[in-house]
């Protein structure tokens, strides 16, 4: 159980390092989802399936470190 807490506690540093001029209208909206909408904006999310489904639907626009 201990495990399943930290795991929880821990989560993903994602920081947009790309334009999204020029992205299809789903990409812009997972961006959005995440709460990027300028270069350099940086948000912390939970490491779960949902995060890593967007991450991987925009992980050319954007840079993932663990927070």
Do not use: C, F, W, Y
């Amino acid at each position: 159980m201990a495990t399943k807490a930290k795991k929880a506690a821990g989560g993903l540093k994602i920081t947009l390092v790309k334009s999204l001029i020029g992205s299809k209208e789903g990409q812009i909206a997972t961006a959005a989802s995440l709460g990027l909408r300028k270069i350099g904006d940086v948000t912390v999310q939970p490491d779960n399936a949902q995060t890593q489904g967007k991450i991987k639907k925009i992980i050319h626009l954007i840079e993932v470190t663990e927070a």
